[in-house]
Every structure is written in structure tokens, then in C-alpha cells.
């Protein structure tokens, strides 16, 4: 069942409750629905900066938001974003769940106004014995005389579903979402959105030889599991494929390397670029776009116990290559290494990887920001940047210069799974990188995927971060 509808309606349709979107130097165009004694009350408040009001009607009521003038179009969209956000207090004041959309402004915000509030409406209910009693959802979003706007909207509508999908992935339990649980979630997604979904066993996984991920599961009564998704349409307007993998660490002690508890109350979000890889397929199969694009996801836990994996031991990944593995708790890039080398086989067109890989990358740039590198061209990486601003999921590329990779090095095997305290983002780069034989960038999204305090319309807990981004990258490099 879908979480929200988005939909256009009739300019002569009637609702029970429309927020109108106005801009902060234009009130004369309001007249025609407020009263003068409203109209006088709203100018005073403006020149208060007040921005949002409401006037209550015998049936329903009429909701304003005001924008002042935004130069930049990008800050003047995530602003209609938060407004979006912001506006929920009131609907959930009133316990309102279905609104309309209308626009007196020149530039028409409501798009991104309801990307927002959607966003920010979004609630995991699935475990709670009465959902009932928690703040009721928004259902419904209609768009005003906006039948010009209809294609944007339905992929909007499709775009948030695939967002929900896979925050609901990301905070799902590990007690309910072990790695064969979560290849079946992958499987049923497929099912529902329209693209093929294969899951390997741990027998295939051997004949493989994904070393990495072997050892990584070794400690664990779970099976590993990897996953191939593919949206392959039949006029795909790219010859070679576009390879995304996720890490899907379902849950992450450290292993022997073991974290402390405050480092280990929320790992069950060490799946979240694995959920996002879901959440893009999906969002691709819905619109049917004109790409050919596979999804790669090797999964498994992270636990302690006798035939755990050890600081010092030294394994052989699917590539050949061997890693002394100094630290236990850098264990997504040892699936990683193995899913990269698989995707080799598809001379792929490039290969972008989501994980929450590195601490490093939150303490150097918090949760605002997802820190990226690789060995794609210019254009890729301009095109990908222009995309994190559009959706406001922005990235900072750091270097992978060759003198990152003298960390690596090991006295008794080809690498070291770490280097040293500094850099520690670049360096786990530098180590997927000798796995790549193809254009590729890494995206560490440690900071962003996951959030103990909402901000803004990224609600607590798993925000669904990369989803709009490589979807909106996808269409703006292929498309």
C-alpha cells in the first residue's frame, strides 16, 4: 500500500483544506481568497516576519505560506523543502491528512514544498502494538490546476516511495532483518517494482571465492547472501551497464575488533547504501527509464564467536588478492572489494558504491555531507556534484593520491585492510580501488544515513540518503 498519493486536480475542484504558496512581495494575490480582515492580519504579521498562517473556515481551512525573494535557485528549493517540513506541525495540530496545493507565486514551489512535507511525514509504525496513537500521516497531496505538472508529480510520487522503501530497510531490526531476510525484502521489491532480483547462497558465494565476504560471516549462524538486481529495458540507451553496489552489513559488532556500546546501539543501519541501491533500482524500474542499470549486494553480518575472523589473519578475496586484516570492525570494505571484482564481468560503464563506511568520514564532515572519490572523468563528477546539490544531498570529493595507499601496505600480504588514524575515509578508498578495473566512484554516506536527531525532513533515524541523488545523477549523465 502506498505511504502518500501525490496527484493534480481540476482548477474547479473544492477541498476541505489548501495550503497556498505565495511569495512574501506579492500579498495582492491573495485577495480573492482571504478576507480583508485576514488580508489586514496577514500584512501586519509579514511586516513581524511571520511567514505561515492559518485561517480556519466553516468547513476546512485556508493555509498561506509566504517565501521571500531566494536569488539562488538551489537555496530557494530547499527552502520550499523545510517549508514543507515546517507546515506538518500545523497539520498534525489539526490532525489533517489530506491537502491541495495551490500556487499564486511566480515561481511555482510546490513541488518541492511537497517533497518536503512528505519527506518529514514519514513514520516507522510497524512494531508498535497501537500505530494508531502515534501522530497521524499525511495521505494524500493534491496539486492545484497543475495538469501540466502531471508527469513531474507521478515521478515525484514514485521517487518518495522509493525513499520510504528503503528507510523502511534501514531501520528494520537486525532481530527481524538478517541477511537472508534481507534478500528476501530485496526479492519482494523486485517483485513490486518491476526489476529481476538474484540471490546467491553461501554455496555460490564459495565457488566464487569472495574471500572478503566469507570471512566477514564466518563468525556468524546466518548464511551470507549476495544479491544481483537489474533493470535491463529493451531500447537501453547505454551499451554498457551502470554498476551500483551497496554494502549490507546487517548488523555490525566489530567483530573481535568489537565496538564499544555506544558505537554498536545502531548498527543495524550498516545496510543503508545496500537499502539505497534498492531504493534507486526501484525508483529506475517505476519511470522506466531508458537505462540499463544492475545492482550488486553482498550481505551479511558482522559478529563475534569462535570461528571469528581475527586481527592478523590473512585472507584471499575473489580477486586473488591477499589482505592482512589488522581490524575486524573494517569489514565493508572487504565485501565490497569482492562485489567491485564481480562487477568487473559486466565491463560496466562505471560503478558507483554506496556504504557507511568510516567513521572518519562523520568526524570530518558531520552529517550534512557525503564525502566521495574515484577514478571517473570530470564530467561525471561535476554532473554527480550538480545532482547532490539539486536534491540537497551534497558531496565533498576528497583525493585518492598514490601516497594514501603507503599505508596500505603489508609486511606478510598484498594490503592491510587499514592504515593509519589519519585520513581514514581516503584510505579505506585507496583500498576499494585496487578492485576496480573501471570507472568508479565511492560515496561514503556514514554521516547522512543515519540520524539520532530529525533534521529538517530527514527524520530520525534512517534518512534513505542517496536514493534522489543517484537517481537524479542517473537521468542528468544518461538521460
Given at each position: 500500500m502506498k505511504r502518500i498519493q501525490l496527484s493534480a486536480v481540476p482548477a474547479h475542484r473544492q477541498t476541505d483544506y489548501t495550503i497556498v504558496l505565495a511569495d512574501n512581495d506579492r500579498l495582492d494575490a491573495l485577495d480573492q481568497m482571504l478576507t480583508p480582515d485576514e488580508m489586514s492580519f496577514l500584512r501586519k504579521a509579514t511586516a513581524q516576519e511571520v511567514l505561515q498562517f492559518f485561517f480556519p473556515r466553516n468547513e476546512g481551512a485556508v493555509l498561506i505560506r509566504l517565501f521571500k525573494v531566494e536569488k539562488d535557485p538551489i537555496a530557494a528549493k530547499e527552502d520550499a523543502r523545510l517549508a514543507g517540513n515546517e507546515m506538518l506541525k500545523e497539520l498534525r495540530r489539526y490532525k489533517i491528512e489530506n491537502i491541495t496545493l495551490q500556487n499564486t507565486g511566480i515561481v511555482d514551489r510546490r513541488l518541492d514544498f511537497a517533497e518536503g512535507l512528505a519527506l518529514g511525514s514519514y513514520q516507522f509504525l510497524k512494531y508498535f502494538t497501537n500505530p494508531d496513537k502515534k501522530e497521524k500521516p499525511i495521505r494524500e497531496i493534491r496539486f492545484q490546476d497543475a495538469e501540466n505538472m502531471a508527469a513531474e508529480i507521478e515521478e515525484l510520487d514514485m521517487l518518495l516511495e522509493s525513499v520510504f522503501l528503503t528507510r523502511d530497510?534501514?531501520?528494520?531490526?537486525q532481530s527481524h532483518f538478517n541477511s537472508v531476510q534481507f534478500a528476501e525484502a530485496v526479492r519482494l521489491a523486485g517483485e513490486q517494482h518491476g526489476f529481476a532480483v538474484e540471490v546467491m547462497g553461501k554455496e555460490k558465494i564459495e565457488a566464487l571465492k569472495m574471500g572478503g565476504l566469507l570471512a566477514v560471516n564466518r563468525a556468524s549462524s546466518i548464511p551470507p547472501q549476495f544479491c544481483v538486481?537489474?533493470?535491463?529495458?529493451?531500447?537501453?540507451?547505454?551499451?554498457?551497464?551502470?554498476?551500483?553496489?551497496?554494502?549490507?552489513?546487517?548488523?555490525?559488532?566489530?567483530?573481535?575488533?568489537?565496538?564499544?556500546?555506544?558505537?554498536?546501539?545502531?548498527?543495524?543501519?550498516?545496510?543503508?547504501?545496500?537499502?539505497?541501491?534498492?531504493?534507486?533500482?526501484?525508483?529506475?524500474?517505476?519511470?522506466?527509464?531508458?537505462?540499463?542499470?544492475?545492482?550488486?549486494?553482498?550481505?551479511?553480518?558482522?559478529?563475534?564467536?569462535?570461528?571469528?575472523?581475527?586481527?592478523?589473519?590473512?585472507?584471499?578475496?575473489?580477486?586473488?588478492?591477499?589482505?592482512?586484516?589488522?581490524?575486524?570492525?573494517?569489514?565493508?570494505?572487504?565485501?565490497?572489494?569482492?562485489?567491485?571484482?564481480?562487477?568487473?564481468?559486466?565491463?560496466?560503464?562505471?560503478?558507483?558504491?554506496?556504504?557507511?563506511?568510516?567513521?572518519?568520514?562523520?568526524?570530518?564532515?558531520?552529517?550534512?555531507?557525503?564525502?566521495y572519490m574515484g577514478t571517473a572523468g570530470d564530467?561525471?563528477?561535476?554532473?554527480?556534484?550538480?545532482?547532490?546539490?539539486?536534491?540537497?544531498?551534497?558531496?565533498?570529493?576528497?583525493?585518492?593520491?598514490?601516497?594514501?595507499?603507503?599505508?596500505?601496505?603489508?609486511?606478510?600480504?598484498?594490503?592491510?585492510?587499514?592504515?593509519?588514524?589519519?585520513?581514514?575515509?581516503?584510505?579505506?578508498?585507496?583500498?576499494?580501488?585496487?578492485?576496480?578495473?573501471?570507472?568508479?566512484?565511492?560515496?561514503?554516506?556514514a554521516g547522512p544515513a543515519y540520524l539520532r536527531v530529525a533534521n529538517g525532513y530527514?527524520?530520525?533515524?534512517?534518512?534513505?540518503?542517496?536514493?534522489?541523488l543517484i537517481y537524479t545523477f542517473l537521468k542528468k549523465q544518461y538521460l
Amino acid at each position: 500500500m502506498k505511504r502518500i498519493q501525490l496527484s493534480a486536480v481540476p482548477a474547479h475542484r473544492q477541498t476541505d483544506y489548501t495550503i497556498v504558496l505565495a511569495d512574501n512581495d506579492r500579498l495582492d494575490a491573495l485577495d480573492q481568497m482571504l478576507t480583508p480582515d485576514e488580508m489586514s492580519f496577514l500584512r501586519k504579521a509579514t511586516a513581524q516576519e511571520v511567514l505561515q498562517f492559518f485561517f480556519p473556515r466553516n468547513e476546512g481551512a485556508v493555509l498561506i505560506r509566504l517565501f521571500k525573494v531566494e536569488k539562488d535557485p538551489i537555496a530557494a528549493k530547499e527552502d520550499a523543502r523545510l517549508a514543507g517540513n515546517e507546515m506538518l506541525k500545523e497539520l498534525r495540530r489539526y490532525k489533517i491528512e489530506n491537502i491541495t496545493l495551490q500556487n499564486t507565486g511566480i515561481v511555482d514551489r510546490r513541488l518541492d514544498f511537497a517533497e518536503g512535507l512528505a519527506l518529514g511525514s514519514y513514520q516507522f509504525l510497524k512494531y508498535f502494538t497501537n500505530p494508531d496513537k502515534k501522530e497521524k500521516p499525511i495521505r494524500e497531496i493534491r496539486f492545484q490546476d497543475a495538469e501540466n505538472m502531471a508527469a513531474e508529480i507521478e515521478e515525484l510520487d514514485m521517487l518518495l516511495e522509493s525513499v520510504f522503501l528503503t528507510r523502511d530497510m534501514v531501520n528494520e531490526p537486525q532481530s527481524h532483518f538478517n541477511s537472508v531476510q534481507f534478500a528476501e525484502a530485496v526479492r519482494l521489491a523486485g517483485e513490486q517494482h518491476g526489476f529481476a532480483v538474484e540471490v546467491m547462497g553461501k554455496e555460490k558465494i564459495e565457488a566464487l571465492k569472495m574471500g572478503g565476504l566469507l570471512a566477514v560471516n564466518r563468525a556468524s549462524s546466518i548464511p551470507p547472501q549476495f544479491c544481483v538486481l537489474e533493470w535491463k529495458p529493451e531500447q537501453a540507451k547505454n551499451a554498457k551497464p551502470l554498476v551500483l553496489v551497496g554494502k549490507g552489513v546487517v548488523y555490525d559488532t566489530g567483530g573481535l575488533s568489537l565496538k564499544p556500546s555506544e558505537g554498536m546501539d545502531y548498527m543495524k543501519c550498516d545496510m543503508a547504501g545496500a537499502a539505497s541501491v534498492v531504493g534507486v533500482l526501484a525508483a529506475v524500474a517505476n519511470r522506466k527509464l531508458p537505462l540499463h542499470v544492475i545492482g550488486l549486494i553482498p550481505a551479511t553480518d558482522n559478529k563475534i564467536g569462535e570461528n571469528a575472523l581475527a586481527p592478523g589473519d590473512v585472507i584471499t578475496m575473489a580477486s586473488g588478492t591477499t589482505v592482512e586484516v589488522v581490524n575486524t570492525d573494517a569489514e565493508g570494505r572487504l565485501i565490497l572489494a569482492d562485489a567491485l571484482h564481480f562487477a568487473q564481468k559486466y565491463d560496466p560503464e562505471i560503478v558507483i558504491d554506496l556504504a557507511t563506511l568510516t567513521g572518519s568520514a562523520v568526524r570530518a564532515l558531520g552529517n550534512q555531507v557525503i564525502c566521495y572519490m574515484g577514478t571517473a572523468g570530470d564530467h561525471v563528477k561535476h554532473n554527480l556534484e550538480e545532482s547532490g546539490f539539486s536534491t540537497y544531498e551534497r558531496l565533498v570529493e576528497l583525493p585518492l593520491w598514490k601516497e594514501f595507499g603507503e599505508d596500505l601496505k603489508s609486511n606478510i600480504a598484498d594490503l592491510k585492510n587499514v592504515g593509519s588514524n589519519n585520513a581514514g575515509m581516503i584510505t579505506a578508498g585507496k583500498f576499494l580501488e585496487h578492485f576496480t578495473k573501471f570507472p568508479w566512484l565511492h560515496l561514503d554516506i556514514a554521516g547522512p544515513a543515519y540520524l539520532r536527531v530529525a533534521n529538517g525532513y530527514r527524520t530520525k533515524e534512517g534518512t534513505g540518503v542517496g536514493v534522489r541523488l543517484i537517481y537524479t545523477f542517473l537521468k542528468k549523465q544518461y538521460l
